[in-house]
Each structure stands twice: as C-alpha cells, then as structure tokens.
C-alpha cells in the first residue's frame, strides 16, 4: 500500500535544500569515455543493423511504410541511446561547444589521451 501510494502523481514531493541548481558543461571526450561503450557504440551497431535489415527487405520487396512498421521502435531506441548522453550535459548543442568537442575528440581519438578525458 505504501508503495502504490507513492506511484501515483503528487504521492511524492520535492525537499527544498536552499542549495539551488548547479550545473557544468561536460566535453564529448569526457562523455565518450564514460558512455560510448553502454550508449554510443550499442546506439550506432543497431542503426548499422537495421539499415542491414533495410536492404534485406528492399531485396525481398517490402516498402518502405512496411519496413517503417517494422522497425520504428528500434529506430527509437537507436535515437535515445545515441542523443541521451548529450542531453543530459548542458551546454552540448551550442555550435561554439560542439566544434571544441569535435577538435578534443578527434586528438584523443588519434592521440589516445587528451587531459580532462578520464
């Protein structure tokens, strides 16, 4: 009973602290190295399959409304493996932001450390 009071909206509240909201702006390198093997890799192996599965179908005549039903919630899936690391970073979709990211991954993607990575 306890429990299934709690489940319901309003059954739980928030505890106001006085400590306001703190926030900080991560780099890609940082959430690479934290989440691209339990997000990002997994993320980009099943759009790799399903455009896979996509050809298969192709070849066997199905049209692309049919392979949309098929495949929409893995496509779903796909997109909120790939997006939920940068969505939860504040910050992370501002241009100035994302070149830094991009020159800071590539030098540690061929240069194996960056400072600030692990």
Do not use: C
């Not at 299934?4 to 306001?20: C, K, S, W």
């Not at 495949?71 to 909120?80: D, V």
């Amino acid at each position: 009973h306890f429990y299934m009071g709690l489940t319901f909206p309003g059954g739980a509240g928030y505890i106001a602290t006085g400590r306001g909201f703190a926030y900080r702006a991560v780099s890609f390198t940082h959430l690479f190295s934290l989440y691209g093997r339990s997000h990002l890799l997994p993320g980009a192996e099943i759009v790799a399959l399903l455009f896979a599965f996509g050809l298969l179908l192709a070849a066997a005549d199905y049209t692309i409304n049919e392979y949309a039903s098929l495949t929409w919630p893995m496509w779903l899936h796909a997109f909120s493996l790939l997006v939920a690391p940068f969505w939860f970073s504040p910050e992370s979709f501002q241009w100035g932001k994302v070149s830094q990211d991009w020159a800071g991954w590539k030098a540690w993607l061929f240069a194996g450390e960056v400072a600030g990575a692990a």
